[in-house]
């Protein structure tokens, strides 16, 4: 089955830059999508389609591919970026996955 | 407001039936797709598969395929998610999301989530 590989932890100061890396073999093909879930909560989309951002989501988010890769930069991270996100694309049946997560963390 | 608003947490023994419920306020029910998550203790997001409420047209993931049965009813906005015979391993938190059926713009709704307890 598909897969989409993800780094289990990331961890970063205040006002640093975050990036979160999502692989997977059908990513130059498919799009790539981000979700934030902070403790407790359910998931909130952060980046559709690669490198949109929804509204309400603030500009510090930014998604970006290159190859099999896709990536989710938080700039200036601040405290209550500390959650776990997790990349969504789809295989060529499309079928929807998920990436196993990453957890970030705000030292 | 847009909201899914899912139905309350869950105890139930193994061997028993279950279904669960998500409720679309505040859009176009049948626009968009609704899908369902699995999230078990301290793990990941796992996808369990779609509905198209215009039809009740069903994609699962081969991994639940068989083992849960999604539904939606038009007339009241609701979709839902049933076993008929639950297992201890079916414990977890499941969430009910969105997502525009003409276009790639994600999950962009997200129900609270419904916690499902499953003893042996």
């Known amino acids: 089955s598909y897969e989409l590989t993800q780094p289990p932890s990331v961890s970063v100061s205040p006002g640093q830059t975050a990036r979160i890396t999502c692989s997977g073999d059908?990513?130059?093909?498919?799009?790539a999508f981000w979700y934030q879930q902070r403790a407790g909560q359910a998931p909130v989309l952060v980046i559709y389609?690669?490198?949109e951002r929804p509204s309400g989501i603030p500009e510090r988010f930014s998604g970006s591919t290159s190859g099999t890769t896709a990536t989710l930069t938080i700039s200036g991270v601040q405290a209550e970026d500390e959650a776990d996100y997790y990349c969504?694309?789809?295989?060529?049946?499309?079928?929807?996955?998920f990436g196993g997560g990453t957890k970030l963390t705000v030292l | 407001d847009v909201q899914l608003v899912q139905s309350g947490a869950e105890v139930k023994k193994a061997g028993e039936s279950l279904r669960i419920s998500c409720e679309g306020s505040?859009?176009?029910?049948?626009?968009?797709?609704i899908t369902w998550v699995r999230q078990m203790p301290g793990k990941g997001l796992e996808w369990m598969g779609r509905?198209?409420?215009?039809?009740?047209?069903?994609n699962y993931s081969p991994s639940f395929h068989g083992h849960v049965t999604m539904s939606s009813d038009k007339s009241s906005n609701t979709a839902y998610l049933q076993w008929s015979i639950l297992k201890a391993s079916d414990t977890a938190v499941y969430y009910c999301?969105?997502?525009?059926?003409?276009?790639?713009?994600?999950?962009?709704?997200w129900g609270q989530g419904t916690t499902v307890t499953v003893s042996s």
């Open positions: 389609k690669d490198r």
């Open positions: 059908a990513l130059p093909k498919l799009y």
């Open positions: 505040g859009y176009s029910f049948t626009s968009y797709w």
């Open positions: 969504q694309s789809a295989d060529s049946s499309d079928a929807w996955v």
């Open positions: 999301a969105r997502r525009y059926s003409q276009g790639d713009s994600g999950m962009d709704v």
């Open positions: 509905i198209d409420p215009r039809d009740s047209y069903t």
